[in-house]
Protein backbone atom coordinates (compact mmCIF):
# COMPACT_ATOMS: atom_id res chain seq x y z
CA UNK A 1 0.00 0.00 0.00
CA UNK A 2 2.88 2.70 1.08
CA UNK A 3 4.86 1.63 -1.86
CA UNK A 4 1.98 2.23 -4.19
CA UNK A 5 1.34 5.33 -2.86
CA UNK A 6 4.76 6.61 -2.89
CA UNK A 7 4.97 5.86 -6.63
CA UNK A 8 1.87 7.50 -7.49
CA UNK A 9 3.10 10.68 -6.44
CA UNK A 10 6.52 9.87 -7.78
CA UNK A 11 4.62 9.74 -11.04
CA UNK A 12 2.11 12.04 -10.67
CA UNK A 13 4.99 14.47 -10.31
CA UNK A 14 6.75 13.08 -13.07
CA UNK A 15 3.85 13.75 -15.90
CA UNK A 16 3.19 17.51 -14.18
CA UNK A 17 6.80 18.37 -14.82
CA UNK A 18 5.93 17.98 -18.65
CA UNK A 19 9.24 17.65 -19.68
CA UNK A 20 9.48 18.90 -23.49
CA UNK A 21 10.94 16.98 -26.66
CA UNK A 22 12.97 20.20 -27.69
CA UNK A 23 15.65 20.55 -24.53
CA UNK A 24 16.90 23.39 -23.44
CA UNK A 25 19.57 24.68 -25.81
CA UNK A 26 18.46 22.24 -28.96
CA UNK A 27 17.72 25.15 -31.21
CA UNK A 28 17.83 22.92 -34.55
CA UNK A 29 15.49 20.28 -35.57
CA UNK A 30 13.59 18.72 -38.36
CA UNK A 31 10.61 16.23 -38.30
CA UNK A 32 10.40 13.46 -40.77
CA UNK A 33 6.67 12.57 -41.68
CA UNK A 34 7.31 8.93 -42.40
CA UNK A 35 7.22 6.02 -39.77
CA UNK A 36 10.78 4.56 -39.34
CA UNK A 37 10.26 1.16 -41.82
CA UNK A 38 10.81 -2.48 -40.19
CA UNK A 39 10.85 -3.49 -36.46
CA UNK A 40 10.87 -0.27 -35.01
CA UNK A 41 8.09 1.35 -37.34
CA UNK A 42 5.90 -1.36 -35.86
CA UNK A 43 7.05 -1.02 -32.31
CA UNK A 44 6.51 3.14 -32.19
CA UNK A 45 2.69 1.93 -33.98
CA UNK A 46 2.22 -0.32 -31.13
CA UNK A 47 3.16 2.29 -28.54
CA UNK A 48 0.43 4.82 -30.33
CA UNK A 49 -2.18 2.40 -30.43
CA UNK A 50 -1.76 1.40 -26.54
CA UNK A 51 -1.72 4.63 -25.79
CA UNK A 52 -5.06 5.23 -27.79
CA UNK A 53 -6.46 1.97 -26.53
CA UNK A 54 -7.95 2.90 -23.42
CA UNK A 55 -7.91 -1.02 -22.34
CA UNK A 56 -6.33 -2.19 -19.26
CA UNK A 57 -5.67 -5.83 -21.06
CA UNK A 58 -3.76 -4.22 -24.36
CA UNK A 59 -1.65 -1.99 -21.82
CA UNK A 60 -0.97 -5.00 -19.98
CA UNK A 61 0.09 -6.92 -23.00
CA UNK A 62 2.14 -4.42 -24.39
CA UNK A 63 4.27 -4.07 -20.61
CA UNK A 64 4.94 -7.77 -20.49
CA UNK A 65 5.24 -8.34 -24.32
CA UNK A 66 6.74 -5.64 -25.84
CA UNK A 67 9.19 -3.44 -22.96
CA UNK A 68 11.95 -4.65 -20.94
CA UNK A 69 12.54 -6.25 -18.25
CA UNK A 70 13.98 -3.21 -16.39
CA UNK A 71 11.35 -1.11 -18.02
CA UNK A 72 8.53 -3.71 -16.63
CA UNK A 73 9.65 -3.66 -13.27
CA UNK A 74 9.96 0.33 -12.72
CA UNK A 75 6.96 0.08 -11.26
CA UNK A 76 3.86 -2.25 -10.43
CA UNK A 77 1.93 -3.49 -13.62
CA UNK A 78 -1.33 -1.18 -12.06
CA UNK A 79 0.75 1.62 -12.06
CA UNK A 80 1.63 1.40 -15.49
CA UNK A 81 -2.01 0.99 -16.48
CA UNK A 82 -2.66 3.98 -14.83
CA UNK A 83 -0.16 5.78 -16.10
CA UNK A 84 -1.32 4.85 -19.38
CA UNK A 85 -4.98 5.30 -19.33
CA UNK A 86 -4.17 8.64 -17.70
CA UNK A 87 -2.42 10.00 -20.65
CA UNK A 88 -5.43 9.15 -22.66
CA UNK A 89 -7.73 10.79 -20.30
CA UNK A 90 -5.57 13.78 -20.69
CA UNK A 91 -5.32 13.66 -24.29
CA UNK A 92 -8.01 12.19 -25.79
CA UNK A 93 -6.16 9.90 -28.03
CA UNK A 94 -2.79 10.61 -30.30
CA UNK A 95 -1.92 10.92 -33.44
CA UNK A 96 1.10 10.33 -35.21
CA UNK A 97 2.89 13.33 -37.04
CA UNK A 98 6.76 12.88 -37.64
CA UNK A 99 9.98 11.31 -36.18
CA UNK A 100 11.81 14.83 -34.89
CA UNK A 101 15.64 14.80 -35.20
CA UNK A 102 17.77 17.22 -33.65
CA UNK A 103 21.31 19.00 -33.94
CA UNK A 104 23.10 18.27 -31.95
CA UNK A 105 22.07 14.47 -32.46
CA UNK A 106 20.27 13.09 -29.19
CA UNK A 107 21.79 9.58 -29.28
CA UNK A 108 19.75 6.49 -28.13
CA UNK A 109 16.86 7.90 -28.43
CA UNK A 110 13.47 8.72 -30.55
CA UNK A 111 11.45 11.16 -30.40
CA UNK A 112 7.82 10.67 -31.33
CA UNK A 113 5.99 13.61 -32.52
CA UNK A 114 2.01 13.49 -32.19
CA UNK A 115 -0.94 15.73 -31.98
CA UNK A 116 -3.55 15.33 -29.52
CA UNK A 117 -7.29 15.70 -29.57
CA UNK A 118 -8.47 17.53 -26.58
CA UNK A 119 -5.85 20.34 -26.84
CA UNK A 120 -4.75 20.20 -30.55
CA UNK A 121 -1.67 20.64 -28.66
CA UNK A 122 1.96 18.64 -30.12
CA UNK A 123 3.11 15.97 -27.65
CA UNK A 124 6.20 13.93 -27.92
CA UNK A 125 6.76 10.52 -26.99
CA UNK A 126 10.63 9.78 -26.45
CA UNK A 127 11.33 6.27 -26.36
CA UNK A 128 14.77 3.88 -26.28
CA UNK A 129 14.95 0.44 -26.87
CA UNK A 130 16.50 -2.60 -25.85
CA UNK A 131 18.62 -3.04 -28.88
CA UNK A 132 17.95 -2.54 -32.68
CA UNK A 133 16.55 -6.23 -32.90
CA UNK A 134 14.24 -6.49 -30.32
CA UNK A 135 13.17 -3.40 -30.13
CA UNK A 136 11.83 -3.66 -27.12
CA UNK A 137 11.35 -0.57 -24.97
CA UNK A 138 13.53 0.21 -22.39
CA UNK A 139 12.33 4.31 -21.19
CA UNK A 140 9.59 5.93 -22.74
CA UNK A 141 8.22 9.33 -21.43
CA UNK A 142 5.76 11.30 -22.22
CA UNK A 143 5.44 15.30 -22.84
CA UNK A 144 4.73 18.78 -24.53
CA UNK A 145 6.48 19.11 -27.91
CA UNK A 146 7.03 22.35 -29.92
CA UNK A 147 5.87 23.27 -33.03
CA UNK A 148 7.10 20.98 -35.71
CA UNK A 149 9.82 22.33 -38.58
CA UNK A 150 6.89 21.77 -41.07
CA UNK A 151 4.60 23.42 -39.68
CA UNK A 152 3.70 27.21 -39.44
CA UNK A 153 1.15 28.64 -37.34
CA UNK A 154 -0.69 32.18 -37.90
CA UNK A 155 -0.23 35.22 -35.61
CA UNK A 156 -3.24 35.61 -33.00
CA UNK A 157 -4.75 38.59 -31.75
CA UNK A 158 -5.62 38.42 -27.97
CA UNK A 159 -9.15 38.03 -29.13
CA UNK A 160 -8.30 35.18 -31.16
CA UNK A 161 -6.69 33.59 -28.14
CA UNK A 162 -9.39 33.95 -25.63
CA UNK A 163 -11.94 32.67 -28.26
CA UNK A 164 -9.27 29.73 -28.20
CA UNK A 165 -9.30 29.20 -24.72
CA UNK A 166 -12.89 29.50 -24.13
CA UNK A 167 -13.55 26.56 -27.06
CA UNK A 168 -10.78 24.85 -25.27
CA UNK A 169 -12.15 25.13 -21.42
CA UNK A 170 -15.91 24.03 -22.88
CA UNK A 171 -14.35 20.86 -24.92
CA UNK A 172 -11.95 19.92 -21.56
CA UNK A 173 -14.70 20.30 -18.86
CA UNK A 174 -17.81 18.84 -20.86
CA UNK A 175 -15.46 15.63 -21.44
CA UNK A 176 -14.53 15.83 -17.42
CA UNK A 177 -10.95 16.21 -18.14
CA UNK A 178 -10.63 19.62 -16.42
CA UNK A 179 -12.51 20.70 -13.00
CA UNK A 180 -11.09 24.34 -11.84
CA UNK A 181 -10.47 27.70 -12.49
CA UNK A 182 -8.35 29.59 -15.14
CA UNK A 183 -7.70 33.31 -15.15
CA UNK A 184 -5.57 35.50 -18.13
CA UNK A 185 -5.34 38.81 -17.58
CA UNK A 186 -2.37 41.82 -19.00
CA UNK A 187 -1.74 44.17 -16.34
CA UNK A 188 -4.40 44.64 -13.50
CA UNK A 189 -7.28 43.76 -16.40
CA UNK A 190 -8.48 40.48 -16.38
CA UNK A 191 -9.41 39.48 -19.79
CA UNK A 192 -10.96 35.92 -19.54
CA UNK A 193 -11.69 33.89 -15.98
CA UNK A 194 -13.57 30.93 -16.50
CA UNK A 195 -14.66 28.44 -13.33
CA UNK A 196 -16.30 24.29 -13.54
CA UNK A 197 -16.21 21.44 -12.64
CA UNK A 198 -17.23 20.18 -8.70
CA UNK A 199 -15.44 21.52 -5.38
CA UNK A 200 -17.39 18.30 -3.73
CA UNK A 201 -18.45 15.39 -5.90
CA UNK A 202 -19.91 13.62 -2.77
CA UNK A 203 -22.51 17.10 -2.12
CA UNK A 204 -22.23 18.29 -6.34
CA UNK A 205 -21.43 21.80 -4.71
CA UNK A 206 -19.54 23.65 -8.05
CA UNK A 207 -16.60 25.27 -8.65
CA UNK A 208 -16.78 28.81 -8.96
CA UNK A 209 -13.99 31.68 -9.23
CA UNK A 210 -13.19 32.21 -5.96
CA UNK A 211 -12.87 28.40 -4.88
CA UNK A 212 -9.92 27.97 -2.92
CA UNK A 213 -7.33 25.09 -4.50
CA UNK A 214 -4.02 23.37 -3.18
CA UNK A 215 -1.47 24.76 -4.52
CA UNK A 216 1.03 21.81 -4.17
CA UNK A 217 4.47 23.44 -4.87
CA UNK A 218 3.72 26.79 -5.49
CA UNK A 219 4.53 27.73 -1.73
CA UNK A 220 7.76 27.46 -2.61
CA UNK A 221 7.29 31.11 -4.03
CA UNK A 222 5.71 32.49 -1.14
CA UNK A 223 8.93 30.90 1.33
CA UNK A 224 11.62 31.80 -1.09
CA UNK A 225 9.99 35.66 -1.49
CA UNK A 226 9.86 35.62 2.54
CA UNK A 227 13.55 35.18 2.22
CA UNK A 228 14.40 37.60 0.10
CA UNK A 229 12.71 40.09 2.34
CA UNK A 230 14.97 39.35 5.16
CA UNK A 231 18.13 39.64 3.16
CA UNK A 232 16.76 42.78 2.27
CA UNK A 233 16.37 44.22 5.93
CA UNK A 234 19.55 42.63 6.48
CA UNK A 235 18.30 39.86 8.51
CA UNK A 236 20.70 36.99 6.57
CA UNK A 237 22.37 36.72 4.30
CA UNK A 238 21.81 34.10 1.15
CA UNK A 239 25.45 32.68 1.85
CA UNK A 240 24.60 31.95 5.78
CA UNK A 241 25.09 28.34 6.77
CA UNK A 242 21.31 26.82 7.68
CA UNK A 243 23.26 26.03 11.48
CA UNK A 244 23.11 29.78 11.98
CA UNK A 245 19.22 29.29 12.05
CA UNK A 246 18.41 25.30 12.03
CA UNK A 247 19.90 23.68 15.10
CA UNK A 248 21.14 19.66 16.15
CA UNK A 249 17.33 19.03 17.23
CA UNK A 250 16.71 18.95 13.38
CA UNK A 251 19.77 17.51 11.44
CA UNK A 252 23.55 17.02 12.61
CA UNK A 253 25.99 20.55 12.26
CA UNK A 254 27.83 18.65 9.60
CA UNK A 255 25.01 18.58 7.52
CA UNK A 256 23.87 22.01 8.41
CA UNK A 257 27.20 23.75 8.33
CA UNK A 258 27.81 22.77 4.91
CA UNK A 259 24.57 24.03 3.34
CA UNK A 260 23.39 27.35 2.83
CA UNK A 261 20.42 29.52 2.79
CA UNK A 262 21.58 29.64 -0.96
CA UNK A 263 21.61 26.48 -1.50
CA UNK A 264 18.34 25.81 -0.11
CA UNK A 265 16.82 28.40 -2.36
CA UNK A 266 18.41 27.04 -5.62
CA UNK A 267 17.55 23.18 -4.81
CA UNK A 268 21.52 22.02 -4.85
CA UNK A 269 21.46 21.30 -1.00
CA UNK A 270 21.57 17.60 -1.46
CA UNK A 271 18.80 17.05 0.73
CA UNK A 272 15.79 14.72 0.16
CA UNK A 273 11.92 14.88 0.41
CA UNK A 274 9.91 14.46 3.48
CA UNK A 275 7.39 12.84 1.65
CA UNK A 276 8.97 9.59 2.74
CA UNK A 277 7.83 5.74 4.72
CA UNK A 278 7.90 7.55 7.87
CA UNK A 279 5.25 10.27 6.56
CA UNK A 280 2.66 7.98 4.54
CA UNK A 281 2.62 5.37 7.68
CA UNK A 282 2.28 8.27 10.00
CA UNK A 283 -1.06 10.12 10.94
CA UNK A 284 -1.72 13.25 9.21
CA UNK A 285 -2.82 14.84 12.17
CA UNK A 286 0.32 14.87 13.64
CA UNK A 287 1.76 17.34 11.06
CA UNK A 288 0.87 21.16 11.50
CA UNK A 289 3.51 23.05 13.24
CA UNK A 290 6.91 23.11 11.74
CA UNK A 291 8.36 21.27 14.63
CA UNK A 292 6.05 18.57 14.26
CA UNK A 293 8.35 17.76 11.17
CA UNK A 294 11.23 16.45 12.78
CA UNK A 295 10.64 13.13 12.60
CA UNK A 296 10.36 13.19 8.84
CA UNK A 297 13.43 15.08 8.34
CA UNK A 298 15.89 14.10 10.99
CA UNK A 299 17.28 11.47 9.31
CA UNK A 300 18.46 13.28 6.25
CA UNK A 301 21.33 12.50 4.21
CA UNK A 302 23.17 14.57 1.57
CA UNK A 303 22.77 12.86 -1.90
CA UNK A 304 25.53 15.06 -2.76
CA UNK A 305 28.28 17.77 -1.80
CA UNK A 306 26.14 20.87 -1.61
CA UNK A 307 26.24 23.23 -4.67
CA UNK A 308 27.39 20.46 -6.88
CA UNK A 309 24.08 19.80 -8.92
CA UNK A 310 20.41 20.35 -9.04
CA UNK A 311 18.15 18.09 -6.87
CA UNK A 312 14.45 19.29 -6.57
CA UNK A 313 14.45 19.14 -2.37
CA UNK A 314 10.78 19.36 -0.79
CA UNK A 315 12.71 19.11 2.74
CA UNK A 316 15.50 21.57 1.33
CA UNK A 317 12.69 24.24 0.85
CA UNK A 318 10.68 23.16 4.17
CA UNK A 319 14.17 24.03 6.21
CA UNK A 320 13.77 27.77 4.43
CA UNK A 321 10.78 28.31 6.68
CA UNK A 322 12.75 27.09 10.12
CA UNK A 323 15.24 29.72 9.00
CA UNK A 324 12.28 32.28 9.10
CA UNK A 325 10.71 31.03 12.10
CA UNK A 326 14.49 31.44 14.10
CA UNK A 327 15.00 34.49 12.34
CA UNK A 328 11.90 36.81 13.29
CA UNK A 329 10.38 35.19 16.12
CA UNK A 330 7.22 34.23 14.56
CA UNK A 331 5.70 30.91 13.42
CA UNK A 332 6.27 30.45 9.34
CA UNK A 333 2.66 30.68 8.85
CA UNK A 334 1.93 34.06 10.50
CA UNK A 335 4.82 35.68 8.69
CA UNK A 336 3.48 34.95 5.34
CA UNK A 337 0.04 36.02 6.00
CA UNK A 338 1.46 39.40 7.34
CA UNK A 339 4.15 40.04 4.60
CA UNK A 340 3.05 37.82 1.42
CA UNK A 341 -0.68 37.45 1.56
CA UNK A 342 -1.86 40.77 3.47
CA UNK A 343 0.61 43.24 1.33
CA UNK A 344 -0.46 41.27 -2.21
CA UNK A 345 -4.49 41.36 -1.04
CA UNK A 346 -4.66 37.68 -1.07
CA UNK A 347 -7.59 37.67 1.01
CA UNK A 348 -8.45 34.04 0.06
CA UNK A 349 -4.77 32.55 0.92
CA UNK A 350 -3.93 30.36 3.44
CA UNK A 351 -2.23 27.36 4.58
CA UNK A 352 -5.40 25.67 6.00
CA UNK A 353 -5.85 22.79 8.41
CA UNK A 354 -7.94 20.06 6.32
CA UNK A 355 -9.62 18.71 9.60
CA UNK A 356 -11.67 22.11 9.73
CA UNK A 357 -14.08 23.41 7.29
CA UNK A 358 -13.07 25.72 5.76
CA UNK A 359 -15.56 27.87 3.25
CA UNK A 360 -15.85 27.28 -0.83
CA UNK A 361 -12.39 24.80 -0.27
CA UNK A 362 -12.32 21.96 -3.21
CA UNK A 363 -11.49 18.57 -2.33
CA UNK A 364 -9.06 16.90 -4.71
CA UNK A 365 -9.75 13.45 -6.73
CA UNK A 366 -7.93 11.44 -9.16
CA UNK A 367 -8.92 9.26 -11.38
CA UNK A 368 -8.55 4.98 -9.65
CA UNK A 369 -10.29 2.32 -11.69
CA UNK A 370 -10.50 -0.01 -9.08
CA UNK A 371 -13.05 2.25 -6.80
CA UNK A 372 -17.04 1.97 -7.73
CA UNK A 373 -17.26 5.42 -9.33
CA UNK A 374 -13.86 5.60 -11.05
CA UNK A 375 -12.39 8.43 -8.31
CA UNK A 376 -11.39 8.74 -4.99
CA UNK A 377 -10.23 11.69 -2.88
CA UNK A 378 -7.06 12.58 -1.56
CA UNK A 379 -8.19 13.27 1.91
CA UNK A 380 -5.95 10.70 3.11
CA UNK A 381 -2.52 11.09 1.12
CA UNK A 382 -1.78 14.84 1.49
CA UNK A 383 -0.52 16.98 4.24
CA UNK A 384 -3.33 18.11 6.93
CA UNK A 385 -1.74 21.61 6.58
CA UNK A 386 0.49 22.89 4.31
CA UNK A 387 3.94 24.61 4.41
CA UNK A 388 7.26 25.97 3.11
CA UNK A 389 7.38 23.67 0.27
CA UNK A 390 3.82 23.36 -0.60
CA UNK A 391 0.06 22.33 0.33
CA UNK A 392 -1.14 25.41 1.00
CA UNK A 393 -4.55 26.87 -0.95
CA UNK A 394 -5.23 30.13 -2.88
CA UNK A 395 -7.50 30.85 -6.21
CA UNK A 396 -6.81 32.05 -9.58
CA UNK A 397 -7.78 35.71 -8.46
CA UNK A 398 -4.91 35.65 -5.68
CA UNK A 399 -2.51 34.33 -7.48
CA UNK A 400 -3.00 37.28 -9.94
CA UNK A 401 -2.41 39.91 -7.16
CA UNK A 402 0.79 37.64 -6.01
CA UNK A 403 2.25 38.09 -9.54
CA UNK A 404 1.10 42.00 -9.34
CA UNK A 405 2.56 42.54 -6.32
CA UNK A 406 5.69 40.82 -7.60
CA UNK A 407 5.79 42.81 -10.45
CA UNK A 408 4.72 46.29 -9.14
CA UNK A 409 7.41 46.55 -5.74
CA UNK A 410 4.80 45.41 -3.11
CA UNK A 411 7.04 42.67 -1.54
CA UNK A 412 10.56 43.07 -2.90
CA UNK A 413 12.55 45.73 -4.60
CA UNK A 414 12.96 45.21 -8.51
CA UNK A 415 17.05 44.48 -7.83
CA UNK A 416 15.77 41.56 -5.62
CA UNK A 417 13.46 40.33 -8.06
CA UNK A 418 16.52 40.26 -10.76
CA UNK A 419 18.31 37.66 -7.65
CA UNK A 420 15.03 35.46 -7.21
CA UNK A 421 14.87 35.39 -11.31
CA UNK A 422 18.48 34.25 -12.34
CA UNK A 423 18.91 30.59 -13.22
CA UNK A 424 21.95 29.47 -10.73
CA UNK A 425 22.22 25.69 -11.71
CA UNK A 426 21.02 25.59 -15.14
CA UNK A 427 18.05 24.06 -14.93
CA UNK A 428 15.99 27.09 -15.24
CA UNK A 429 14.90 27.72 -11.74
CA UNK A 430 15.91 30.79 -9.52
CA UNK A 431 15.26 31.09 -5.85
CA UNK A 432 11.81 29.47 -5.42
CA UNK A 433 10.98 30.01 -9.23
CA UNK A 434 10.91 28.34 -12.23
CA UNK A 435 12.14 30.15 -15.06
CA UNK A 436 11.52 30.44 -18.82
CA UNK A 437 12.86 32.62 -21.93
CA UNK A 438 10.72 32.27 -24.93
CA UNK A 439 9.17 34.58 -28.00
CA UNK A 440 7.48 36.91 -25.14
CA UNK A 441 10.79 37.16 -23.18
CA UNK A 442 10.95 36.14 -19.55
CA UNK A 443 8.38 34.25 -17.66
CA UNK A 444 8.38 32.88 -14.43
CA UNK A 445 6.36 30.89 -12.15
CA UNK A 446 5.75 27.62 -10.62
CA UNK A 447 3.49 24.42 -10.48
CA UNK A 448 1.98 22.37 -8.28
CA UNK A 449 0.99 18.66 -8.65
CA UNK A 450 0.58 15.81 -6.11
CA UNK A 451 -2.50 13.15 -6.51
CA UNK A 452 -5.60 14.96 -6.93
CA UNK A 453 -4.12 18.60 -6.84
CA UNK A 454 -2.68 20.76 -10.11
CA UNK A 455 -1.90 24.62 -10.42
CA UNK A 456 0.42 26.65 -12.38
CA UNK A 457 1.32 30.36 -12.26
CA UNK A 458 3.05 31.96 -15.09
CA UNK A 459 4.18 35.55 -15.11
CA UNK A 460 5.22 36.89 -18.40
CA UNK A 461 7.74 39.59 -17.29
CA UNK A 462 8.20 41.39 -20.98
CA UNK A 463 4.76 40.90 -21.88
CA UNK A 464 3.13 41.60 -19.08
CA UNK A 465 0.44 38.55 -18.97
CA UNK A 466 -0.32 36.66 -15.98
CA UNK A 467 -2.04 33.29 -16.12
CA UNK A 468 -3.37 31.04 -13.06
CA UNK A 469 -5.00 27.62 -13.50
CA UNK A 470 -5.76 25.77 -10.79
CA UNK A 471 -7.92 22.36 -10.59
CA UNK A 472 -8.88 19.66 -7.80
CA UNK A 473 -8.06 16.98 -10.89
CA UNK A 474 -4.08 15.51 -10.94
CA UNK A 475 -2.46 16.85 -14.24
CA UNK A 476 -5.33 18.91 -15.17
CA UNK A 477 -3.78 22.11 -14.87
CA UNK A 478 0.06 22.00 -16.52
CA UNK A 479 -1.55 21.03 -20.05
CA UNK A 480 -4.43 23.95 -20.02
CA UNK A 481 -1.41 26.44 -18.51
CA UNK A 482 0.91 25.31 -21.52
CA UNK A 483 -1.64 25.68 -23.84
CA UNK A 484 -2.43 29.23 -23.08
CA UNK A 485 1.21 29.81 -22.62
CA UNK A 486 2.16 28.69 -26.39
CA UNK A 487 -1.21 30.60 -27.57
CA UNK A 488 0.10 33.83 -26.47
CA UNK A 489 3.28 33.70 -27.84
CA UNK A 490 1.68 33.51 -30.87
CA UNK A 491 0.56 36.56 -30.44
CA UNK A 492 4.28 37.70 -31.13
CA UNK A 493 5.28 39.13 -35.23
Known sequence: ???????????????VSFATAQQPGEISYKDKLVMPAGKKGERIQSIIDTFNSNNPERIRHFIEEECSEKFRNYAPMDEHINVSLNTFRETGGLTFHSIRTYVPERKGETVIILKDKNFDSWRSIVVRFADEESCLVSFLRFGDARTPS???????????????????????????VFSGTVLIAKGEDVLYSYACGEAS???????????????????????????????????LSFQDP????????????????????????????????????????????????????????????????????FRYSNTGMFFLGVVIESVTGQSYFDYIRENI???????????????????????????????????????????????????????????????????????????????????????????????????????????G????????????????????????YDRAATPVASKIKKLLERTKE
Open 449 to 472: GFPGINANLDIFVDAGYITAVMTN
Open 150 to 176: NVTESILTEEDIIQEVKELMTRLCERD
Open 201 to 235: KRFHVPNNIDTKFNLGSMNKMFTSTSIVQLAEKGK
Open 341 to 447: YKPAGMTNSDSYEMDIPVENLAIGYYRDQDSSNGWKNNYYLHVIKGGPAGGGFSTVIDLHRFGRALLTGKLVSSESLEIIWKDYSGEFYGYGFKLDDGPLGKVVGHS
Open 1 to 15: MTRKILLTIILCAFF
Open 242 to 309: ISKYVDESWLPEEITSKVTIHHLLTHTSGLGSYFNETFMNGSRARFRALEDFKPLVKDEKLAFEPGKR
